[in-house]
Antibody, heavy 125, light 110 residues
């Protein structure tokens, strides 16, 4: 079945780096835009970044631009989020999510039909 | 402060109907498609509505979506205790070149 499994979360100090992974299975990974969405403790959903199906386009939330990098390893069916210069406010559960359509939909067709279980990132000294 | 505005909470009795509003602007809801998500605390969000008013397979027709101008609405009829959850609207913001979510609405089925 279609599945997304995140890994790589942990407890890190402010200013350090961490890379999250999201292993995809059960669908044509290279055909779908992929998103990262986070949720701070007790807070709502916070969109982080998106990479297009062919990796030709990437967009980021202003709060992470310049610090986070989204990428995809197509041969490994894996989505990544490289996070640098981590701050306390980056503490959250990080979800990867798959766009509902395949191909060149355009980001204005906003929607994620499959979500992973999430991985927790805690930034604390 | 979220770009999209939702009421913090709504409530209704079992069997009744409830609507959840999501207000935005021309740079987001006004010119892009809206999707809706259900999240039971401690679990991942679930895809409920896409392209303003379409339901993915497996989502009952008790759930509906609509959009008018810069606002969107999620409707749930025949409320069940299992519908108690947080509900989020989301869309693309063309000015920000970023995805945006509403702050979420906690549904209580009394």
């Amino acid at each position: 079945q279609v599945q997304l499994v995140e890994s790589g979360g942990g407890v890190v100090q402010p200013g350090t780096s961490l890379t999250l992974s999201c292993a995809a299975s059960g669908f044509t990974f290279s055909g779908h835009d992929m998103h990262w969405v986070r949720q701070a403790p007790g807070k709502g959903l916070d969109w982080v970044a998106v990479v297009s199906y062919d990796e030709s386009n990437k967009s980021y939330a202003s709060s992470v631009k310049g610090r986070f990098t989204i990428s995809r390893g197509t041969s490994k069916n894996t989505l990544y989020l490289q996070m640098n210069s981590l701050r306390a406010e980056d503490t959250a559960v990080y979800y990867c999510a798959k766009h509902y359509g395949s191909g060149n939909y355009g980001y204005y067709y906003f929607g994620m039909d499959v979500w992973g279980q999430g991985t927790t990132v805690t930034v604390s000294s | 402060q979220s770009v999209l505005t939702q009421p913090p909470s709504v409530s209704a009795a079992p069997g009744q109907k409830v609507t959840i509003s999501c207000s935005g602007s021309s740079s987001n809801i006004g010119n892009n498609y809206v999707s809706w998500y259900q999240q039971v605390p401690g679990t991942a969000p679930k895809f409920l509505i896409y392209e303003n008013n379409k339901r993915p397979s497996g989502i009952p027709d008790r759930f509906s979506g609509s959009k008018s101008g810069t606002s969107a609405t999620l409707g749930i009829t025949g409320l069940q205790t299992g519908d108690e959850a947080d509900y989020y609207c989301g869309t693309w913001d063309s000015s920000l070149s970023a995805g945006v979510f509403g702050g979420g609405t906690r549904l209580t089925v009394l």
